[in-house]
């Protein structure tokens, strides 16, 4: 089955304790994203990635890291994780292609810094 | 910048009855708009894109979409809901770098009523 799968699903951790957050797509996509859903401002892009070893900033990457070794893994790292970066975090990813133009979004990882 | 509006936070329609999902966008150029539907606890699943030709577009579990560049509107319809369409409903426009990033309206959350 095609599909994006992030985990954990769930996680609590405490401010400071670094953690990765792992996405695998298993549809050979080239696009990559990371997007975080907070109450009353939807979705946010923070990273996205074009291609192996290609990354650049959304619109919210501050206290987050990306890396795309491989083509199906895009992981998200907090190094040091802080109580505002509690959310609902998910990864998508897409072929190039202006027919492909939808993202497919994994199920989610909800966050919770305390 | 681009943006995406959805001017209702909350909608509740009896079953059986219509619906209609308002979307505005700002884009300089030709848009591609999409609509995407989350459930509770689940990921986001795309309903229908629409990027050129007929301005009405079909998507699956039976909803359709209206694109009216003169409103710069993107709405969202069906003519007869089900109690399995209460969803958070979200319109996003692509933008960035090769398409590579969506933007979203802060979502419009669907209940049905019996």
């Known amino acids: 089955e095609a599909q994006v799968t992030q985990n954990p699903r769930y996680l609590i951790t405490v401010t400071g304790k670094k953690l990765t957050v792992t996405c695998s797509q298993n549809m050979n996509h080239e696009y990559m994203s990371w997007y975080r859903q907070d109450p009353g401002l939807g979705l946010r892009q923070i990273y996205y990635?074009?291609?192996?070893?290609?990354?650049d900033k959304g619109d919210v990457p501050e206290g987050y890291k990306v890396s795309r070794k491989e083509k199906r893994n895009f992981p998200l790292i907090l190094e040091s994780p802080s109580p505002n970066q509690t959310s609902l975090y998910f990864c998508?990813?897409?072929?190039?292609?202006?027919?492909?133009?939808?993202?497919?979004f994994g199920s989610g990882t909800r966050l919770t810094v305390v | 910048a681009q943006s995406v509006t959805q001017p209702d936070i909350h909608i509740t329609v009896s079953e059986g009855a219509s619906l209609e999902l308002r979307c505005n966008y700002s884009?300089?150029?030709?848009?591609?708009l999409f609509w995407y539907v989350q459930s509770p606890g689940q990921g986001l699943q795309l309903l229908l894109k629409y990027f050129s030709g007929d301005t009405l577009v079909q998507g699956i579990k039976g909803f359709e979409a209206e694109f009216k560049r003169s409103q710069s509107s993107f709405n969202l319809r069906k003519p007869s809901v089900h109690w399995s369409d209460a969803a958070e409903y979200f319109c996003?426009?692509?933008?960035?770098?090769?398409?590579?990033?969506?933007?979203f309206g802060k979502g419009t959350t669907l209940s049905v009523s019996s």
């Open positions: 998508a990813s897409r072929s190039r292609g202006l027919a492909n133009y939808g993202y497919t």
């Open positions: 884009y300089g150029a030709t848009p591609y």
């Open positions: 990635s074009m291609n192996v070893e290609v990354t």
């Open positions: 996003a426009v692509g933008a960035g770098q090769a398409g590579t990033a969506l933007i």
